[in-house]
């Protein structure tokens, strides 16, 4: 049985023709694919799971020092101040954001993370994906499948755009993090594949245009900070759709559109160190400061 798909319409339909969710037609595509059982397909993301729990954590109990010096100890320092006070995000969108962070410090010193859909984005999934899982109380096999829908998302991207910063910008790297992660956390809540792609598609929308701009080259500033944007933007893009509130532009189109965008940045714009951030007064004094001549 074809499992395959090439974009948003087509894996509509699987899911209305096949009565199942994304993640479940996620997980049987990559099954036809690979050969294996259900079961061994599941238990490979479940091991992927355990990676980006771990990662969410380590920055939250020790403080880390990234290659560059540039990040280390924002989680805990988050953590400490959701957990102490009266926050204007709320609980939840901070938890999440201190969940990314933790993972970007893992990455940026080095340690292990799950690149989903990048290493420059490594922070979104798992911040959202966990932490949604935590607020409804669901099983790790739930989250797997959250799992297995934002890569059907992240797999749409690939072979209809790019995943790359240097080929389209942050917005598609942190971006299609977002769509994959509010993709998922629909799903997660019981909503429609219908309303997961409109979630996806806003997240994508409400970052259109995002340039990469790494501070002397480094996959830490303002990559992490962005990855707590993304976490934000997903949350707040999945609760919109599981609202009804539907993207007026269809997925598939914000994906096309994305990929133009992307395609028009300048180079410098585009995971050079050329150009935004990377070229400010600060920014320069840190890259001569990391790699003095």
Known sequence: MDYGFENGKELLDLCRTRKKNIGQIMALREMEISGKTIEAVRNTMKEKL??????????????MKSVGGLIGGE???????????????????????????????VNASMGRIVAAPTAGSCGIIPGVVLTAG???????????????AASAIGLI?????????????????????????SAAAVQMAGGTPVMSLHAAAMAFK??????????????????????????????VSADMALAGIESVIPFDEVVEAMYRVGKALPIAFRETAMGGLATTPTGIAISKKIYPV
Do not use: H, Y
């Open 206 to 235: 409400n970052v259109l245009g995002l340039i990469c701009d790494p501070i002397a080259g480094l996959v830490e500033s303002p990559c992490q900070k962005r990855n707590a944007l993304g976490v934000a933007n997903a949350m």
């Open 134 to 148: 935590e607020r409804l109380g669901l099983k790790e096999d739930e989250l797997v499948e959250g799992l297995f």
């Open 157 to 181: 991207v690939v072979q209809n755009a790019t995943v790359s910063g240097a080929e389209g910008g942050c917005q598609a790297e942190t971006g299609t993090a977002a769509a994959m992660a």
């Open 75 to 105: 989680a805990r320092k988050l953590n400490a101040w959701n957990e102490k006070n009266t926050t204007l995000s709320g609980n939840t969108i901070n938890e999440a954001v201190a969940r990314a962070l933790s993972v970007m410090e």
């Open 50 to 63: 355990q990676i980006m729990n771990a990662a969410a954590k380590k920055g939250l109990d020790s403080e």
